[in-house]
């Protein structure tokens, strides 16, 4: 049977399914919410209205007492969350953050935006998050905090992880945009650092469009993200500040959330635990018949964490495969189809995930704001910083999303499909 690749007829022409949560009940939030006239009510100064209106505030009581936290602030993406975060933690000019490479962007560009510098800390070769122990090895006088992202869906070690912060006086904060409703030791994903940051971007498992929630148990750190979310700046001297040492980071922003984005999260948080749920029983489905594959891995779920898979990860041996990961993956992506909403994402399916950070030009050639924060550092950045990391993306790994909710058994029966030709076909690719 000839190969797509090589011109032969595709395995499916039909296009995977939608991940669409949207339904009847977001529909009728956002016609109540139209219907008020109140789209937003916040006032960017010490008001009644400082900490949004109705919708906004009803989404962060209903989220706080959802994952079993004192605050929850919402904003208007995950990334301004983290700004937020690093903002109110405290991150000066020169201060070292670390941060892993193999994340979204934002997770490192939060830490420059207040002049930190990020320091890149390897990741785990079998679970894909931060390391704690290349984490220890990165530590210095000028490290002030530890940026730990759940990756993939599954949450880090934060046994080891706050161990270390403990011995070094760090903060954390979790970067938990794709691991709502994971759990590590029956404590949600999320809440286990000293400050959280949750994702409601559309190709989230929930979702508002756009928008996301700070979640934390001190007052403090919590104060501090609802000024830096709402002009800071304007509200200070309305609230009796004068230590200095107050003002600091105290440059406010627009990071606000809309009425209607919070109406539509509250019905989206409803359906979380179903949606994880629901990907987790997809995943099993797929690596019963994945394993009989012998160049194909299923990573391990770290022991006592519950794992809701954003994405689907899988290792690739190429010594028994007798080809290389990207050129065998080529083939699999054109047997099959995009997904119906995701069209121009081609197959959800790839290999490796994001090029790690550090090798991006912002840090090769070290120019953020001008050079700045860079010179403000020693810190080089180059390849061969996080082996593991490297060898990984550029080898190993596959990446997809193809066992989301609304796919059926018979659509993931297609993608295995696709596996088992290119596999039984492989010497057409040699």
């Not at 049977?1 to 977001?26: C, D, S």
């Not at 122990?133 to 080891?160: P, Y």
């Not at 304007?234 to 003002?247: C, F, H, Q, W």
Request: glycine letters at 6%; a negative charge; aromatic letters at 10%.
């Amino acid at each position: 049977m000839k190969l797509a690749i090589n011109g032969g007829k595709k395995l499916r022409e039909t296009p995977f399914p939608a991940y669409n949560t949207i339904g009847v009940q977001e529909e009728e939030a956002v016609l109540r919410v139209l219907r008020s006239g109140k789209l937003s009510t916040y006032i960017g100064s010490w008001h009644t209205d400082f900490y949004g209106g109705n919708e906004v505030r009803a989404l962060e009581a209903e989220w706080a007492d959802f994952f079993g936290v004192k605050h929850a602030i919402s904003v208007n993406s995950a990334t301004s969350g983290l700004y937020a975060a690093v903002g109110a933690i405290g991150i000066n000019p020169g201060d070292e953050v670390i941060v892993s490479p193999y994340t979204m962007s934002a997770s490192a560009t939060a830490i420059l935006l207040y002049g930190g510098i990020p320091v890149f800390a390897d990741i785990e070769e079998n679970y894909f998050c931060i390391d704690p122990k290349s984490v220890e090895s990165k530590i210095t006088s000028k490290t002030k905090a530890i940026m730990a992202v759940d990756i993939f869906g599954q949450a880090s070690d934060f046994k080891a992880l706050r161990e270390i912060a403990k011995r070094h006086d760090l903060k954390i904060i979790e970067d938990t945009a794709q691991a709502p409703y994971a759990k590590y030791n029956g404590k949600f994903a999320g809440t286990l650092g000293d400050i959280g940051v949750f994702s409601l971007n559309y190709h989230k498992h929930i979702h508002s469009g756009e928008g996301g929630i700070v979640v934390t148990d001190d007052d403090e750190l919590a104060f501090k993200v609802q000024l830096i979310r709402n002009h800071a700046e304007s509200v200070l001297s309305a609230k009796g500040y004068k230590d200095k040492n107050e003002l600091n980071n105290m440059l406010g922003f627009n990071y606000r959330m809309t009425e209607i984005e919070a109406a539509i999260a509250s019905v989206q948080l409803t359906k979380l635990k179903d949606l994880a749920e629901e990907r987790v029983k997809n995943v099993r489905y797929l690596e019963e018949k994945l394993r009989e594959l012998p160049f194909l891995t299923i990573p391990p779920v770290r022991e006592d964490c519950e794992h809701v898979y954003y994405i689907h990860p899988l290792l690739f041996n190429e010594e028994v495969a007798s080809i290389h990961r990207n050129r065998f993956m080529d083939a699999v992506k054109a047997e099959l189809p995009p997904t119906i909403m995701r069209d121009d994402s081609a197959v959800l399916l790839s290999y490796g995930y994001v090029k790690p950070l550090y090798l991006q030009p912002l840090y090769q050639e070290k120019i953020c704001f001008g050079e700045y924060p860079f010179s403000l550092s020693d810190r080089e950045y180059k390849k061969g910083d996080c082996p593991v990391c490297e060898r990984l993306h550029y080898d190993l790994l596959i990446t997809h999303e193809l066992m989301r909710p609304g796919m059926s058994e018979a659509d993931m029966d297609d993608v295995v499909a696709a596996f088992v030709k290119v596999w039984e076909n492989r010497a057409e690719l040699v």
